[in-house]
């Protein structure tokens, strides 16, 4: 069946520094590949996706790419901010069936 | 910027009490989807609507919960009797045309069941 893992948290950066959250899934056919972020209290909020094999999704400094021989989608920034403290989610879907979310990592930017 | 609507946002009730959460999806969506997302993990589907008709509510919990969504618009979940295990957040989210990849996912409603 399909399942995404991501890196456990929590993730604690100084502002400025370089993120890498780490995510590979496992999936029958082939997949769309996404990364949501939560701010505290809120919803979910698509960051960034890619639909196929070698795409690069990019969104606010954020990237990803989607890297089939090694089934990942690391979301990685160069330098982050303080408004980047969130808990990210990697998740994948594929048409006619579900959406399967990680567990989520938490990051937290100090100043 | 069209937005999915949920409330109410926080609900605390009771064990064995009836709860009921409302989401509206973005306008044109037929696709909705109510998720629960327990504290530190990630949403877990619990039914899909594609217009009026369930798609997929193989993870619902049937014995206490119950979904519709009776002209393919809003939709409504509702729990009945609560139970202390079914404190979470209650995301809805929808989706466009079945080209379409992306989900939007409404604020949520935080329950607590006491």
């Known amino acids: 069946g399909n399942s995404v893992t991501q890196m456990e948290g929590p993730v604690t950066l100084s502002e400025e520094a370089f993120l890498t959250i780490n995510c590979t899934y496992t999936a029958t056919g082939y997949p769309s590949l996404f990364w949501y972020v939560q701010y505290p209290g809120e919803g979910l909020q698509l960051l960034l996706k890619a639909t196929k094999a070698d795409d690069k999704g990019s969104n606010k400094g954020f990237e990803a790419t989607y890297r089939k021989e090694t089934t990942s989608f690391h979301l990685e920034k160069g330098s982050v901010q303080v408004s980047d403290s969130a808990v990210y989610f990697c998740?994948?879907?594929?048409?006619?069936?579900?959406?399967?979310f990680g567990t989520g990592t938490s990051l937290t930017v100090i100043p | 910027e069209a937005e999915v609507a949920q409330s109410p946002r926080y609900k605390i009730t009771e064990k064995s009490q009836a709860v009921a959460f409302w989401c509206d999806p973005i306008?044109?969506?037929?696709?909705l989807y109510w998720y629960r997302q327990i504290l530190g993990q990630g949403p877990e589907l619990l039914v899909q609507f594609q217009d009026e008709s369930v798609v997929d509510d193989s993870q619902l919990p049937k014995d206490r919960f119950s979904a519709e969504r009776l002209k393919g618009v809003d939709s409504t979940l509702k729990i009945q009797p609560a139970e202390l295990g079914d404190s979470a957040m209650y995301l809805c989210a929808s989706r466009g045309d079945p080209g379409a990849y992306e989900q939007y996912f409404g604020p949520g409603t935080r329950l607590t069941v006491t």
């Open positions: 306008s044109g969506h037929a696709t």
């Open positions: 998740a994948l879907y594929e048409i006619g069936n579900q959406f399967y």
